[in-house]
């Protein structure tokens, strides 16, 4: 094979694999985004079918309860069950006969006693039928709603039934029952079919008996061969099997009914346990995309070609150029080979030189060294020397400067033990402090150790600091106190080293030294010091003896004085913690309860005397499983040890115990050093301000739920009337209709928001992340507010770095909603002529995202109320009369749970810039949230639900 030939060769293969690559990834790509818009447009279809229906079916819903509060129907049945009279009853039937024909959507209306047995009917075959355990009597009695018979007609269809009560006065007649048409949803899902090519369709089912999925609505395809009318519950892959089973998504690989693959977009409508997918199939969506590898194929063989034509003409031309500079750089090249050997035979001679001068050299700094080390060797020796009287008299002085400000007793002890442990050789440093009031620890013996000390060891420390007490004159005025406290069981507690399991070595030198003082002629031992070594090396000297000694006298002077400041001391905080109104106990690091106050023993109706801190701990979990009502408890065991740990205030913001509600902090008690020695819980009763809080979230929910049915019937009403359905109306009326409907759109909006509002009150915000591209958002939500910017003259202007601002975890519709609200108020409180400008930007491990506007600006006084619930600032409420105060307050709340902050700049009269800056990482952002000197941090204890949830409660730390 000739070079050219290769030459050829190599640039076909250059030119055909990114050719392949390129082709390959475009090809994908399209599939790709094709996909997405449309599993887009289906979730948007879904949402608009799923208010359809909830509208349809509420509408007719109201009809019942309407028919059923009519005077004439429940005075003419109050008659008829009195009397049995027959023009009663042929009365009501005839009424019940009209309404069937001014109602199509109703196939049967029937009216049933109290007891469950139908009474007057427009079928007659269901005269004297029980239905008195039929889900739409029992619900019928209380309240109007539609209900899923789980009895199937003779399509396969789940039978519809809307009851409401007729009542006269206070007295329950019977209900009234109308057997719903199915078709009339199906109308409904059909009317926003259009868009969704030739195989998409919006279908509707409820559960049969079994759980299975059986259809409502009339479908596209059910004279398909493989069409089915009942979904088994258990073919998960079906898109209406997850609807039925609340999982709202989109789903790229799901089936329908006729076993195709299909997109589809699932709703769950929780009023009446009925699942709804908007769908089209997969083989119809990618049909576009299918064109696209023959063009693909087409480019490559033109590239090809010429690719073939450019090689061929190079060749010729390279192979002219380069064979003569060739044959002159092979020439070059043999005479360099004749002079390299040449600098190889002297370089050869310079390295023989080079190693007899290193030998030399490393001879010379041998002797040097072997002097240096003699020198080194007489300094250390003199160092040391200097080191013995450095620490002796270093020790004393840190002891004298410590012991001006201490109080704390341990502190003391353990500061005196170092300086022990650093004058003279031991294996073990231990001390015992006298018993005495005011003063702890009186029930161990403290052990310092090198190294591993065995019971036989302990045991040996013990008995000789007995025997030396014993030993003790007369003189000392508490030689029996501690004759029986070291002859009492004591247990030993290692600040160094560790306990052996077995019984090891005693020790083979030893001595005691007590640290005393002296009033008159009496003595008295504050404590003892027993210094133990297992080898006898190095003898205790007197001049360490002494040393010690000294030592010892400067700590028991420190520790009389301790005796005297803490027992002052407890006393102020006993006096202070029971003039206390919130409940307060004090707790020792070691978790023994000190203090508890008298309201603390009041609120809880617990013995003082007998009380433990694990069992005050236990008191509020008990409760928690007493009450009937589902509770949360929160574990105050663990909240006390993330105290002492952490050294932070735990708030807790609500407790329930025996019917009340309480808020509780638990916070570290620190010593002069600053050094945690225990804690305290105080206990605030909140139950008046949780049963307001409660009563305001209900009266928001339930107001807003109740404005939200008659709203969206108007609603529906009125798009009837505009698009003509009831008949051409005049124009004049039309222009009227159109601003009625456009207010009844506002007020909807205001409704969603209040429950939106209530949902954040309450805590039922659920996020559901996933990792969403926010660049796209924003410009979905540009795109959106154009229309409303270009009616007031107001310029949009976006502005990023492309390819700067990755991905991130977040819940894609919350981060539309805030996107929405600051782009609406941007444009809103504009000047004519203004800007409202979006930037991007990417700042370390955070994205700003900045909404500024040419507007109104807030004024000063009421910037601090700007994101508050149903706050308006003065001027925009004069500019611009509609809006409901609630927009920042929502942004506020999404954006601070995501770990982010919102700020805002603002100059009146000149616009204002919101800023939102959000971690790259949420979830990390949330855990290691940074913790400023002062502020509130939060952190997640855990909480035990009562019943099957598990859920975890909010708690905060100072």
């Known amino acids: 094979m000739t070079t050219r030939i290769r030459l050829i060769i190599i640039s076909l293969l250059i030119a055909i694999i990114p050719m392949i690559l390129i082709g390959t990834l475009s090809f994908f790509n399209s599939r790709q985004l094709v996909i997405s818009e449309t599993l887009d447009k289906l979730d948007a279809v879904a949402t608009v079918q799923e208010a359809r229906v909830v509208e349809v079916v509420e509408a007719s819903e109201n009809k019942v309860n309407s028919f059923a509060n009519d005077s004439g129907l429940s005075s003419r049945l109050l008659s008829y069950l009195d009397t049995k009279d027959g023009q009663d009853g042929f009365w009501i039937e005839q009424w019940l006969v009209n309404l069937s024909k001014d109602n199509k959507e109703f196939d049967k209306l029937f009216v049933v006693n109290s007891f469950g047995s139908v009474l007057l009917s427009t079928d007659d075959s269901l005269l004297g039928s029980d239905f008195s355990e039929s889900e739409f009597f029992v619900t019928g009695k209380q309240e109007a709603l ?31 029952v109308a057997q719903y048409n199915t078709e009339v949803l199906s109308a409904v899902t ?36 493989q069409a089915k009318k009942i979904i088994d519950k258990g073919a998960y892959r079906v898109a209406i099997i997850q609807a039925i089973i609340k999982n709202e998504d989109v789903f790229t690989e799901s089936f329908d009914y006729r076993g195709e693959m299909v997109l589809a977009a699932t709703r769950y409508i929780e009023p009446y346990d009925w699942g709804l997918v908007v769908k089209i199939d997969k083989s119809e969506v990618l049909a576009g995309a299918a064109v696209l590898p023959k063009q693909i194929q087409l480019v490559g063989a033109l590239t090809l070609l010429l690719v ?37 035979r002297e370089l050869a001679k310079s390295q023989a030189q080079l190693q007899y001068l290193n030998r030399r050299l490393e001879e010379k700094v041998g002797e040097r060294t072997r002097e240096l080390e003699a020198t080194v060797g007489r300094l250390n020796e003199a160092q040391r020397e200097l080191k013995d009287k450095y620490n002796y008299i270093e020790n004393l002085r840190v002891l004298l400067e410590r012991f001006t400000i201490t109080i704390d007793a341990r502190n003391v002890m353990e500061t005196v033990l170092k300086a022990i442990a650093s004058l003279t050789p031991h294996h073990t440093v231990s001390y015992v402090i006298a018993g005495g009031e005011g003063l702890e620890f009186l029930d161990s013996i403290y052990v ?37 406290q070291l002859g ?40 003892l010091f027993h210094i133990g070594d297992i080898s006898a090396e190095a003898p205790y000297t007197n001049e360490k003896i002494k040393s010690i000694r000294d030592v010892a006298s400067i700590a028991a002077a420190n520790l009389e004085r301790i005796h005297a400041l803490v027992s002052s001391e407890k006393s102020k905080i006993s006096d202070l913690v029971h003039s206390m109104s919130n409940g307060v106990l004090m707790f020792d690091k070691n978790k023994r309860i000190i203090v508890i106050n008298p309201m603390m023993v009041k609120m809880l109706e617990i013995e003082q005397e007998n009380i433990a801190l694990s069992d005050f701990a236990n008191l509020f979990v008990k409760a928690a499983e007493e009450t009937e009502e589902e509770t949360q408890s929160v574990n105050v065991a663990d909240a006390v040890e993330m105290t002492l740990v952490s050294a932070k205030t735990i708030h807790i913001e609500r407790l329930e115990y025996k019917s009340k509600y309480y808020e509780m902090f638990i916070a570290p008690v620190r010593d002069y050093e600053r050094k945690i020695s225990g804690g305290a819980i105080i206990l605030h009763d909140i139950t008046h301000m949780t049963e307001i809080d409660r009563m305001k979230t209900e009266f928001l929910s339930v107001a807003a739920h109740q404005l939200r049915t008659p709203l969206g019937s108007m609603r529906w009403s009125m798009e009837m009337l505009l698009s003509g359905d009831v008949g051409e109306i005049p124009e004049p009326v039309k222009e009227v209709l159109q601003q009625t409907y456009d207010s009844n759109q506002r007020m909807i909006t205001l409704v969603n928001d209040l429950l939106n509002v209530s949902r954040i009150d309450q805590g039922m915000v659920k996020d559901e992340p996933e990792m969403t591209d926010i660049l796209e958002i924003i410009k979905a939500a540009i795109e959106e507010i154009k229309p409303e910017a270009e009616r007031k003259s107001v310029k949009v202007v976006f502005e990023v770095e492309e390819g700067s601002i990755p991905k991130i975890m977040i819940d894609p519709k919350r981060f539309r909603e805030v996107v929405q609200n600051l782009l609406s108020n941007a444009v809103k409180y504009n000047r004519p002529n203004g800007t409202a400008a979006v930037k991007v930007e990417k700042l370390a491990e955070r994205i700003n995202i900045r909404v500024a506007d040419t507007g109104m600006g807030i004024p000063k006084k009421n910037r601090g109320r700007i994101f508050s619930k149903f706050f308006r600032a003065e001027n925009a409420v004069k500019g611009e009369t509609e809006g409901s105060g ?26 204002t810039t919101f800023t939102i800056s959000l971690p790259v990482n949420i979830e990390m952002a949330k855990k290691e949230a940074e913790k400023e000197d002062g502020e509130m941090d939060t952190i997640e204890m855990p ?5 099957e949830s598990q859920e975890t409660k909010k708690t905060e730390y100072v």
Do not use: C
């Not at 003779?154 to 019977?174: C, H, Q, T």
């Not at 045991?459 to 600091?465: D, F, K, V």
């Not at 909480?943 to 019943?947: A, L, M, P, Q």
């Open 146 to 176: 539609l209900t899923s018979s789980k009895l199937l007609d003779e399509d396969d269809k789940p039978i519809l039934y809307i009851s409401a009560p007729i009542i006269f006065g206070e007295r329950l007649l019977g209900v009234l």
């Open 190 to 225: 059909k009317l926003f079919a259009t868009g969704l090519g030739d195989t998409g369709e919006t279908v509707l089912a409820a559960k049969d008996a079994d759980g299975n999925a059986a259809y409502i609505t009339s479908n596209k395809f059910e004279t398909h061969p």
């Open 448 to 484: 310092w150790a090198e190294g591993p000390v065995g019971s036989k060891y302990l045991a040996n420390i013990q008995s000789e600091l007995y025997e030396y007490v014993k030993s003790l004159g007369d003189s000392t005025s508490n030689k029996n106190d501690l004759i029986k």
């Open 943 to 947: 909480v035990e639900n009562k019943g």
């Open 488 to 527: 009492s069981r004591m247990s030993f507690e290692f600040l160094a080293g560790t306990k052996d399991e077995g019984e090891g070595a005693v020790p083979k030198q030893s001595f005691i030294t007590p640290f005393i003082t002296k009033t008159g002629e009496q003595t008295k031992v504050v404590g």
């Open 886 to 911: 609630l927009g920042l307050f929502v942004v506020k709340s999404y954006v601070e749970r995501w770990g982010g902050k919102v700020n805002f700049e603002s100059e009146e009269g000149k616009g």
């Open 308 to 344: 073939i034509t450019f090689a061929w003409g190079a060749s010729e031309s390279i192979f002219h150029f380069m064979s003569k500079p060739i044959k002159e750089a092979m020439d070059a090249l043999r005479a360099s080979e004749a002079s390299l050997k040449v600098a190889n």
